[in-house]
């Protein structure tokens, strides 16, 4: 017999296994609040929403309604499951319904959110007995499909960026009637177009209003977001035009249980998250967790199997790098309740519906807020009652908000942030761009100062070529659409055994610091020991293999500063920010072992370094700082090694990123600027706006890094404040001490 949320919240509190329960927090239901839209509905599609249950709209969606009815693009920013959906298709649907000739566009980031999609707008389809309603155009859709849907498209066309970017732009031209219809773009989720895949999506974005504009159209944008600081500064990043928030939602919601647990020092929060999953699922309560990495997910979901086998039939693990495949697979027994579990990365934070499930847990604080709130949401929909909860890891953030948890309630949003002129993602969409249509010298859409330097130096690289006659940019290629990767800067690579099966893939990015040769590389389970990597065709070769350990890499940074672009003095000190020249060595990896996580040994590896340039900012320390700290007796090396760390790790309170979007290095001395420095950079070539916004709130960074410091208990350096599981120099050295100290100087507090 399944137990109510309620009964297995107050079992767990009573508990002496569960670790230390440090908070309890209650959300109560929430009513639903009604209105009808101004004007009311068209008739035919009125009752059609009622033969499918749908009465009455929620407040929110008919504030949308009618701004999109008086042609304002909106970003609509409410919780999961608050009926989004109707937003945008109660409009779009009337004006089909009043024009035949209209058409739409839906973007969604992932698949398994067309396929949602889909089956609403045919079920509404055949209510309204309305043919050619719709059709999913994508990388699954047959050869001989996508020819009929171009031939003759249907009103509403559903697709991805990658199959906007590659095969609806690129063809524009068998698109023309489809193009000159367009009076609607809708594109979901947008707070997960930030950092790389952002950077790209607004360069897309950009080239889908080109197209328009010479069909003729100039469609309304609406946007569906998740909770983020800054959802009108995103949408317009992404299009440049100007937007209309609604945020108050009128959807009900059921009470919302947040427990959050600190584990015992003698407890892994892994062993806790299996122990609690189990229990969960044994108690008839359908459940999901959340892990922060590819390997962790794997690793629970094969602890799982082993310790409650008698579950392992009604469980899955569930991330990026499965094959399309496996994930629709997964999704759809998710939903019809085949499996009642599953262990997931990411991946399924978005709003793939999986079906009503009653427990969110959390193995470690997702990074920011917004994706703690998004991914709590999971569970608890249809206004069911919910409970989320957190298992604290060692980490800097886990313990910030185990020591003072009413904080995260308090807190604010993250702001989601990219960057439209980071150079070699705009040079690939420029050339994209030409290719599609000539560029005209004077042309508005590309007339800034980036893109005419990227496009002088495509034409000095012979990648394009400039008429002088007609003053425009013209190809030398006609389809360069496949050579750019927009979910990354750079290759994606194939995970292959050695008979060529594929069994994954992944970006080039990861290779340095997860698929490098002897890493162990984990898939549904199962272990691989990486043999080979092919970069000439681009394919990790593995094996299968049953270890007792898994991998780390031993890595070493360096930064040259190439331009300085800005400078800010603030208080007791001085922040920079500009271009830097970052190269990253692969020195070796480490063994730990599988379940106690000791370190089995070290061993050299002889890996090229990566080079590559992109946008960073440093800071200096004093002298006067430096003689602080001596006469203290305290480490400068590891004051400055710590501080960078912390800096990393809290900046993602202020920009919605993961600490591997990062880098960073400390120099007691550094060469080029002949004093102690410390220098935080985006991970990515070009750079996508992560240290920009540090540069931007840098006073509240710092100070939230101090109070962060100063409150952990330990003395020197541990993972709850100045370690970094993603360290390549083993976390050595760190002194928590000196850090204050220098955030103490540059913020002119008092001494310690």
Not at 508 to 522: D, F, K, N, Q
Request: proline share 5%.
């Amino acid at each position: 017999m399944k137990t109510t949320v309620e009964g297995f919240v107050e079992r767990l509190k009573r508990r002496q296994d569960v670790g230390n329960i440090v908070y309890h927090r209650v959300i109560e239901r929430c009513a639903p609040s009604f209105a009808e839209p101004e004007g009311g509905l068209n008739p035919v599609l009125r009752d059609a929403l009622r033969r499918q249950g749908i009465e009455r709209l929620y407040t929110h969606q008919c504030d949308a309604i009618e701004l999109i009815r008086k042609g304002k693009n909106v970003v609509v920013m409410t919780p999961t499951a608050s009926g989004k959906t109707l937003i945008y298709n109660i409009p779009v649907v009337e004006s089909i319904l009043e024009d035949s000739s209209t058409r739409a566009l839906y973007i969604f980031p992932l698949k398994g959110l067309e396929q949602d999609q889909l089956t609403v707008l045919e079920g509404l389809g055949q209510a309204i007995s309305f043919e050619n309603l719709c059709a999913i155009y994508d990388g699954d859709t047959s050869a001989y499909r996508r020819k009929r849907i171009r031939l003759r498209p249907p009103n509403i066309v559903l697709t991805n960026p990658d199959m906007l970017h590659l095969a609806i732009l690129a063809f524009h031209d068998r698109w023309e009637s489809f193009f000159r219809g367009l009076r609607y773009v809708v594109i979901d989720e947008i707070h997960t177009y930030r950092g790389v895949m952002g950077s790209h999506m607004a360069q897309i974005v950009r080239r889908l209003q080109r197209v328009c504009r010479f069909y003729g159209s100039e469609p309304i944008f609406i946007h569906l977001s998740a909770t983020i600081a800054n959802p009108v500064e995103l949408s317009e990043m992404l299009t440049g035009l100007r937007f209309e928030l609604v945020c108050k939602s009128g959807a009900p919601q059921g009470r919302r249980h947040f427990l959050f647990i600190d584990p015992p020092v003698d407890v892994s929060p892994y062993t806790l998250t299996v122990r609690l999953f189990s229990e969960a699922l044994r108690e008839g309560l359908r459940t999901i967790v959340f892990t922060k990495t590819r390997k962790v997910t794997e690793l629970v979901y094969r602890w799982l199997r082993e310790s409650a086998p008698q579950l392992a039939e009604c469980v899955s693990a569930y991330r990026a790098g499965f094959l399309p495949e496996e994930r629709r697979l997964i999704e759809g027994a998710l939903f019809d309740g085949t499996l009642r579990g599953v262990v997931s990365t990411s991946a399924l934070e978005l709003g793939v519906d999986i079906g009503g499930l009653d427990v969110c847990i959390l193995t470690g604080y997702p990074g920011t807020i917004s994706a703690t709130w998004q991914r709590s949401g999971r569970a608890g929909r249809a206004g069911r009652d919910s409970l989320t909860v957190l298992i604290a890891l060692e980490d800097a953030l886990d313990k910030y908000f185990m020591r003072h948890p009413e904080e995260f309630f308090e807190k604010n949003m993250e702001s989601a942030v990219l960057d439209r002129a980071n150079h070699p993602i705009l040079k690939a969409h420029l050339l994209c761009a030409v290719a599609e249509r000539a560029v005209e010298e004077t042309e508005g859409f590309f007339s800034d100062n980036a893109s005419r330097r990227a496009l002088k130096e495509l034409a000095e690289e012979g990648k394009i070529w400039y008429s002088r006659l007609k003053h425009t940019w013209n190809p030398r290629r006609r389809y360069p659409h496949r050579d750019v990767s927009i979910r990354g800067v750079g290759r994606t690579y194939a995970i292959v055994l050695e008979d060529g099966t594929l069994i994954g893939e992944s970006s080039g990015g990861r290779l340095l610091r997860e698929l490098h040769p002897h890493a162990v590389y984990m898939h549904r389970g199962m272990q691989y020991l990486v043999l080979r990597v092919d970069a000439t065709r681009c394919e990790v070769v593995c094996k299968e293999a049953e270890l007792d350990y898994y991998t780390t890499p031993i890595t070493e940074e360096d930064t040259h500063i190439l331009t300085k672009e800005e400078e800010r003095s603030i208080l007791g000190f001085t922040i920079n920010r500009g271009t830097l020249d970052v190269t990253e060595y692969l020195l070796g990896y480490r063994k730990k072992h599988i379940h106690r996580g000791r370190l089995i040994g070290e061993y050299p590896l002889q890996v090229p370094p990566v080079r590559f340039s992109t946008k960073g900012l440093w800071f200096t320390v004093d002298e006067s700082i430096i003689e602080e700290i001596d006469r203290l007796g305290y480490s400068v090396p590891g004051g400055l090694h710590a501080l960078e760390h912390s800096l990393i790790a809290t900046l993602s309170l202020f920009a919605m990123c993961d600490r591997r979007d990062l880098g960073g290095v400390s120099y007691p001395l550094n060469p080029q600027l002949q004093v102690p420095a410390i220098f935080i950079y985006d991970g990515y070539e070009g750079g996508v706006g992560l240290t920009k916004r540090g540069f931007e709130v840098v006073e509240e960074w710092l100070g939230f890094t101090e109070r962060l410091l100063e409150g952990c208990p330990c003395e020197l350096a541990c993972p709850a404040c100045t370690q970094d599981p993603q360290c390549g120099n083993n976390n050595e050295p760190l002194d928590k001490r000196s850090a204050i100290v220098i955030l103490k100087g540059w913020l002119k507090r008092r001494k310690p």
